[in-house]
C-alpha cells in the first residue's frame, strides 16, 4: 500500500470483529468473486494479491468461516475512521431538450485526456487535461465554462434533466438511474472529470451564513437551494469539479451503476477508499451507526472511490438506489472502525 504516510495496523483476531459470523465470511468470498476475473483483476488500482488467492477459493471445500479464518488475517486500522454513504440517483429526463428539461448530462469528450498526475500546470491532482488541436494539453474547461456552453454543439448530450441541483449531485454521486418520459430508464456512470479540484459545496453555503456549522447534509443543502433558487447557479459553481458519464445496460435492478472497480455496486457491501491507501477488491470489516439503522457491522469490498475519500481510514459506503437510500446517505457522517481483511502473508 501506498500514501505520503503510513498509519499503525495491528492483527486482530476474527472473534474482535462485531457481529463476525459464517453469513460474513460468505459475503467476503461472494464479495472479491467478481474481482477475481482475470480482465477486473488486471485494471488499475486493483489488490496485487487477487490473482494469488483464487486457486484457493476455486478449490475451497471447507465453511465460509473456516476458509476465510485459515486463508485471510484481519488489520485493524490504527486511525480514527470516518464514513459517508453516498447513493444512486433516480432522475426525471428526456433524451431531447424541451419544456423544463434543458440541463444537459454529458458523455465524455474526445479531447479529454488522463496525464501523468502530478503536473504542476494543471489544476487538481493534475491527472486530467484538454488535448489541443497541436497535440498539447492544457487545462479543461471548469464547471463555470461548461454550464456557459463550452461543450454545446459537440453532440455530448446523453440526456437532458428539469433541476441542474439534481444533475449537480449525480456528478457528486458518480451515477444515476434516468427515468425517461416513457417510463424506459438508463444506468449512467462516472467516466472521467475534468480534474479541477473537488469543492463541497455544503461547505460554502455555511462559509457564507446559508447553514450552521455543522448542518450541511444532502437534505439541507438541497432545501436551502430550493428555497432561494437565486443563489443556484453562483453556489454550484463554486465547485469547478465537473464529471462525466458514459450509459451502462446490463445492470441487475437490485445492483448499482459499475464503479471505478469494474463491477456492479452492492447496497451496504460496496465502499468508495483512498485507492492511495487501500486497492480495489480488498474486503473492508466496518464497524459503525447509520442514520435510522443503528449499529452496523459488516464486510464490504473496495469498489469504488471519489475526490472527497482521502486516507486510509475514509469511507464512502453504497447505500442503494432511490430516495429512501439518498435520506439514509445524505444524513449518513459517523465514525467507523476499518479493518482490512487480507490473505495470509500479505501485511498493509
Known sequence: MAGSETPPYWAVPFSALAGWDDAEAAALLAGIAPHLAPDIAARPAQAPWLPSIAPA???RA????DFVAAHFVPWRVGVRGFLTGYYEPSIPASRTPHGSFRHPIYRRPDDLVRVHPGRADLPGDGTFARRAVD???VPYHDRSAIVAGALEGRGLELAFVEDPVDAFFAQVQGSARLVFEDGSTARISYHGKTGHPYVAIGRVLIDRGWLPEGGATMQTIRAVLKAHPEIVDETLAANPSFVFF??????PDDRGAIAAGGVPLTPYRSLAVDRAHVRLGTPVYLET?????GEHHGVTIAED?????????????FIGSGAEAGE????LKAPATFTLLLPRGVAP
Open 289 to 293: 451507526i447509520l442514520p435510522r439503522r
Open 57 to 59: 477459493i476455486a478449490a
Open 305 to 317: 472511490t471519489g475526490s472527497a475519500i482521502v486516507g486510509p481510514a475514509r469511507g464512502d459506503l
Open 135 to 137: 497535440g498539447t494539453t
Open 246 to 251: 458514459r450509459e451502462r445496460e446490463g445492470v
Open 62 to 65: 471447507a465453511a465460509a468461516a
Open 328 to 331: 439514509i446517505a445524505g444524513e
